[in-house]
């Protein structure tokens, strides 16, 4: 059964009516991906909005960073099964896939990350996820403290928490916005490879 054909509940502009800049953008997209990601089609309703969300999300998701990118969507996959985000779930649990080579673990940590194979680093930093999404007012000292011990360094640390706020800020904007994902992520990086999320 096919998901709702709409992108969000707004009206949202033609792409081609949009500035110069954000047309060459929806182009790369476009070229890289194959498709504009609807979160972008519906940022597009206020592009200065727009600018900024591709800005930020590239200096936190694409940007050097003690923490890998297959770690940065893990956090987000974490933190939008918390919030229960389909639109988040369907297209970071397909970049999880995508960068471990592993379509189970996106499917794991969408579902229960806890049943993941996942290396000491990975699981304290799921935990934090997990913990200060569904309960950020019980984070204390003892979770940063778990970070520590697992080896995350101060600027990590601050990157993990980063990545948090951004996605339970995101996840709620889509799910506010009736947001759903490109069809296409669903079919993609389904195929196993020999690469594992502990290597």
């Not at 993990?160 to 296409?184: C, E, H, T, W, Y």
């Amino acid at each position: 059964m096919p998901q709702p054909d709409h992108i969000a509940i707004y009206d949202l502009p033609d792409p081609a009516d949009l500035d110069e800049d954000m047309r060459r953008y929806f182009a790369v997209c476009e070229e890289k991906l194959g498709m504009v990601p609807n979160v972008l089609r519906t940022y597009a309703r206020h592009q200065d909005k727009l600018r900024n969300f591709i800005q930020y999300y590239n200096t936190l998701m694409l940007a050097p960073s003690g923490l890998s990118k297959l770690e940065r969507e893990m956090v987000a996959v974490v933190v939008s099964s918390a919030n229960r985000c389909f639109y988040c779930l369907v297209a970071h649990g397909q970049a999880v896939r995508a960068l471990s080579g592993d379509p189970q673990l996106g499917e794991m940590l969408v579902m229960n990350y806890r049943v993941a194979p996942l290396s000491a680093r990975q699981r304290a930093m799921l935990d934090f996820a997990w913990a200060l999404t569904t309960t950020p007012w019980e984070v204390d000292a003892p979770h940063r403290a778990a970070l520590v011990a697992a080896g995350l360094s101060e600027g990590e640390i601050f990157d993990l928490a980063d990545v948090i706020g951004f996605f339970n800020m995101s996840n709620r904007f889509a799910i506010a916005s009736d947001m759903m994902p490109n069809a296409q992520y669903h079919g993609m990086a389904r195929e196993s490879s020999t690469s594992s999320v502990l290597d």
